[in-house]
């Protein structure tokens, strides 16, 4: 699995560290084995298209370069693909899988064969024409006794009307001791009425309970199979994850359930093209130097995914398993640690008692992070101790600049927050985009969601995602580049970086997007108009801050 590089590498310099594999510019090392790979991927026939094929439902796939170092000092790289290519784990010239969870005869493919075979009986079960009888049986005696029951209740009330017609007529014209004798009697049948209905309910409530017992019974079995499923299901998942071992340089091998601890592993963790990469590695006790991954073929419908782009590894699934993988291995600092507005200042476009604008810079964070204090709000409470209200009203992404309104009492904020939530206030966003958007101007509809595998990125899911809409109008074109007017209807997160680089939105990412584009001096998307109703005076406010790179 070794591979020599094809090209002369005396020229390049080796990193002195590790690749922080959540966020990184590949190396040197990296891109040429990328290229080299990507040049392999193409003359390879691989039974599969990745999408790349027009009329094929494909979809493209992760793969990784990871350049080692072997025991006689000579260079080269490893090759993985995250997941299967078409219906297998093995290619030539690709790391094997950490653990085969499709090996013949293995007892995971023993297990899941047994559940298939009970999901065969449960849906037979369900869709057998003793279940269709039974339940209609019971239906229909539902069905019988309730009209029964009611015709009964209608001759009930049609009797005791009749009873008290002739209690009226024999008071009328009947001596006392002959009145008193057929009261007697009308009281009898009315008492006897009363009980054939009794009876009859009882008679019925028995026959209900009856019908109702044998769906049930049939139903247990069903049941029955489905607690069984359950249970292989749970064992089989188990296994699976106990079968999942990891190494590190220091030879310390742990599987998914130590690694993820107390929290249930993601599906699919272990699978993807980093932790192959780097198991194969210490298993042949070569040294990791650097490491790069990069998409090949055509996104998946809910994600944002480019063709030849490189993607730091996922958070939710590869993040635990490679902080054990890497343990003890000197890497790149995590730029997600750094202060980014260190020695930047929040230059004041308006104030008033009630209210400031800003023009927050980029690399700003506007509230306190997890690894980061500073911010707009931090910075905010610093400089306004006595301020009543919360302060940040809304709040722009880290990478992007532009105006904030700052509240600096309680009344102010609410007033103004309100104003934000029933769409009020008016917005414009300046962006350039990597790439040509063909229409002047339109709307992006996408529902957006967290991708809960790889936070922060987000989805487009028309299922659980909630409402985006964002209005667009092109300024101008250039010959890679498009500039750009967006005009948010929602305030979803990265609505407009995700509205503007999917397939289904403009296909064009924000230059310098890092989760959904390419990298650059910075993300080109800048909030440079902002109107609103003052909280006081009630007047309409407007302001302008042109971007730094219109």
């Not at 990184?24 to 039974?47: C, M, N, R, S, V």
């Not at 939710?316 to 890497?331: D, N, Q, S």
């Not at 967290?450 to 250039?478: H, M, N, S």
Request: charged residues 25%; hydrophobic residues 35%.
């Amino acid at each position: 699995m070794f591979t020599a590089f094809k090209s002369p590498i005396d020229h390049i310099v080796l990193p002195e560290r590790f690749t922080f594999p959540f966020y990184y510019e590949p190396h040197a090392l990296a891109e040429l084995a990328a290229k080299e790979l990507q040049e392999h991927i193409e003359q390879t026939d691989f039974g599969y298209h990745f999408g790349l094929v027009e009329g094929r439902a494909e979809v493209g796939k992760m793969f990784g370069v990871l350049v080692v170092q072997n025991k006689e000092g000579a260079l080269g790289y490893l090759s993985a693909f995250s997941g299967k290519i078409g219906d297998t784990n093995y290619h030539p010239g690709f790391v094997p899988p950490v653990f085969d969870v499709f090996s013949k005869g293995g007892q995971f493919e023993i297990g899941a064969t047994e559940v298939t075979a009970i999901n065969a009986r449960i849906k037979a079960m369900e869709e057998s024409e003793e279940l269709a009888t039974l339940t209609n049986d019971q239906q229909q005696t539902e069905w019988q006794a309730k009209e029964e029951l009611a015709a009964a209740k209608q001759r009930l009330q049609e009797e005791k009307k009749e009873r008290d017609q002739k209690r009226r007529d024999g008071k009328a014209n009947l001596s006392k001791e002959n009145y008193e004798q057929l009261a007697k009697q009308l009281g009898l049948e009315s008492k006897w009425s009363n009980i054939r209905l009794k009876r009859l309910r009882a008679q019925w409530k028995k026959r209900n309970a009856e019908k109702k017992l044998a769906v049930v019974k049939y139903r247990q079995g069903i049941n029955a199979l489905k607690e069984q499923r359950k249970n292989i299901s749970s064992a089989l998942q188990d296994y699976l994850f106990r079968q999942f071992k990891f190494l590190n340089q220091n030879g310390e091998i742990k599987h998914l359930l130590d690694i993820f601890n107390d929290t249930p592993p993601i599906a699919g963790s272990g699978e993807c093209a980093a932790p192959k990469l780097l198991q194969y590695a210490f298993e042949q006790e070569l040294k990791p130097i650097t490491m790069a991954e990069f998409w090949w073929g055509l996104s998946p419908k809910s994600e944002v995914r480019k063709h030849l782009h490189y993607y730091p590894a996922c958070r939710g699934k590869c993040r635990p398993i490679l902080g054990h993988m890497l343990k003890g291995i000197p890497m790149d600092e995590n730029p997600m640690l750094e202060n980014q507005a260190l020695g930047k200042t929040l230059p004041i476009i308006y104030e008033d008692d009630f209210l400031l604008i800003i023009n927050k810079p980029h690399g700003f964070l506007s509230v306190p992070g997890k690894n980061v204090e500073d911010s707009v709000q931090f910075r905010m409470q610093v400089k306004y101790p006595d301020a009543t209200g919360p302060l940040v009203v809304h709040r722009l992404d880290m990478s992007t600049s532009g105006l904030m309104v700052i509240a600096k009492t309680k009344e102010s904020h609410q007033y103004l927050q309100y104003q934000f939530i029933k769409r009020i206030v008016k917005k414009r966003y300046h962006a350039v985009l990597d790439g040509i958007v063909s229409a002047d101007e339109g709307a992006i509809h996408l529902p957006l969601r967290v991708d809960l595998e790889d936070r922060p990125r987000q989805l487009v899911c028309y299922e659980y995602g909630k409402k985006a809409t964002t209005d667009f109008k092109v300024i101008k074109r250039t010959e890679k580049q498009t500039y750009i007017h967006f005009f948010p209807k929602t305030g979803r997160t990265h609505q407009l970086r995700v509205h503007a680089a999917h397939s289904q939105g403009l296909n064009c990412p924000i230059t310098g997007d890092i989760l959904y584009g390419s990298k650059a001096e910075r993300l080109h998307l800048h909030a440079e108009f902002l109107s609103f109703m003052h909280p006081e005076s009630k007047e309409w406010m407007e302001f302008e801050v042109v971007a730094p790179f219109a």
